[in-house]
């Protein structure tokens, strides 16, 4: 008899699936039914189209896209909205992880006025819609503080994503074990010199993945930005629209462009979360 049997932990066995769920489970299956329902909405879109009338014209798509000049290789203005697009929300990032860093150092400071404040702006920021942020920030704050479109998208998207951000940053932080603060404060070192040295490196394994996680979203709330007339890729996609009126063909590699980007991206969080996966 075996030491599991002796202890008498041995559970019952786990039910097999059905035929059924097999059938449905298995890789091709799920393919499968994933180009079907990719067709049908392709098939809708075409027979809509058709219905209204629409004269399709994706020959012309590719000028939008890149062409070949006496110049040479030339981007066209979706990638140049692309282009825009990426610069845009690596901006953003970049100032929301400082902002984000601020708040979840407020927050665990032990500080009534800091975690309040913290508390305060995280709440604030969670409960308004990103389209009533941006307003706010170029309608309201805009002409008093003199931003521009420009500064007012990045500020507005660095503010909503820092709030998710802390978020990240605050449980990476205490997912570090409580020893390490006491072994830190036990040679002589400062708070300061604890977060720099011991804390924070240890935190990064934690926070890395769902970070990158958040430049995704990130990257395709920047589209939100068009509507204040900021030059990205859905800006570029509507001044285009507007000359060609092709609203279906721009539409749908708009579409493309941002899935193609975020696919990327999720492929390298998908490897960020093997490489640094944590063993509970």
């Known amino acids: 008899m075996s030491t599991v049997d002796q202890l008498g932990l041995k559970g019952a066995a786990l039910p097999l699936q059905s035929p059924i769920q097999r059938f449905f489970g298995s890789t091709p299956v799920s393919v499968a039914i994933y180009l079907i329902i990719i067709g049908v909405i392709c098939w809708g879109s075409y027979t809509g189209a058709q219905n209204m009338g629409y004269n399709w014209q994706w020959y012309r798509v590719p000028q939008y896209l890149y062409s070949f000049t006496d110049d040479g290789f030339q981007l066209g203005e979706l990638l140049i909205g692309l282009g825009a697009t990426l610069q845009l929300s690596l901006t953003a990032f970049a100032l929301a992880t400082a902002l984000g860093l601020l708040v979840a150092l407020l927050r665990l400071s032990g500080l009534v006025i800091g975690s309040a404040v913290a508390v305060a702006f995280l709440e604030f920021i969670r409960n308004i819609p990103l389209l009533v942020l941006i307003y706010l920030f170029y309608y309201v704050l805009g002409p008093i503080f003199k931003f521009d479109r420009y500064t007012a998208s990045i500020l507005t998207l660095a503010v909503f994503h820092s709030a998710l951000i802390s978020e990240i940053l605050r449980a990476g932080i ?25 804390i924070l490196p240890q935190s990064v394994r934690f926070m890395l993945p769902p970070m990158t996680g958040e430049v995704v979203h990130l990257v395709k709330s920047s589209a939100i930005v068009s509507v204040i007339a900021v030059a990205e890729l859905t800006t ?22 941002y899935m193609v980007v975020t696919l990327i991206l999720s492929v390298g969080v998908s490897y960020l979360e093997r490489r640094y996966a944590v063993d509970q």
């Open 236 to 257: 570029f996609g509507r001044n285009i629209i507007s000359d060609t009126y092709m609203s279906f063909e721009i539409w749908f590699t708009v579409a493309i462009v």
């Open 174 to 198: 205490s997912a570090v074990a409580q020893g390490q603060w006491e072994a830190a404060k036990s040679i002589g070192m400062s708070t300061g010199q604890t977060y720099r040295y011991i």
